[in-house]
């Protein structure tokens, strides 16, 4: 028994990639984006994390699964009905939107965001506090384009942090298999490093706080 346990610990865990963006009805060249980037996480032999409903979380998933790949889909509430068809294993919460999407975020090792409204936004927020690589897929639309413009046109900013605390850079591409690459190579550096992934520090008087 110890050598068989001994096997499974030395065993690497996949890498769990979150995709993050826009809810509801999305328009068919972001389904076919966001589609690109499950498939290419499962491709690479890594579990696709996501708010598990539809939009560009259903597209992630469609993707994912037809490549052979896992899909988790991270629920808010109590109902596993809400996940969409291509979840493999929906876990409920128990817990309003807001919530659930820091579950989310704690749950994954680098998280791609494509497109996205005002919910993608708060978890692109909770990556950067807590030190989580983010990779922004544009042009996708939504927020993902506008903090690319916004950070850009902040010289204290670099193009890369949220404030000036700068605990992570965000990392824009232009493919969905940029956005995965990426993504796979960012958590795998910072799980190496054992790089801390705790909330962030209170901002220093003078500084710009972030909205999460």
């Known amino acids: 028994m110890t050598g068989r346990s001994e096997r499974v610990r030395d065993k690497p865990r996949p890498l769990r990639i979150a995709v993050i963006g826009s809810a509801g009805d999305v328009p068919p060249r972001l389904e076919r984006l966001a589609e690109a980037v499950g498939r290419e996480v499962a491709l690479a032999g890594a579990q696709l994390f996501s708010g598990g409903r539809d939009g560009v979380m259903a597209a992630a998933c469609r993707g994912a699964r037809a490549a052979g790949g896992l899909t988790v889909g991270i629920l808010p509430g109590d109902d596993p009905a809400e996940a969409n068809p291509f979840v493999d294993v929906p876990v409920t919460t128990g817990l309003p939107m807001e919530y659930r999407s820091l579950v989310l975020v704690h749950s994954a090792d680098a998280v791609i965001m494509v497109a996205g409204g005002n919910g993608s936004l708060g ?26 413009a916004a950070l850009a046109a902040d010289p204290a900013l670099a193009g890369r942090y949220l404030d000036d605390r700068h605990l ?21 550096e910072a799980l190496a490093a054992g790089r801390s992934r705790g909330p962030a520090p209170p901002a220093r008087t003078g500084e710009r706080r972030g909205e999460g």
């Open 123 to 148: 978890e692109l927020t909770a990556a950067y506090l807590n030190r989580r690589p983010v990779v922004v897929l544009v042009p996708s639309g939504g927020w993902a384009d506008r903090v690319r």
């Open 168 to 188: 992570t850079p965000i990392h824009f591409v232009e493919t969905a298999e940029a956005a995965v690459a990426a993504a796979l190579e960012l958590a795998g």
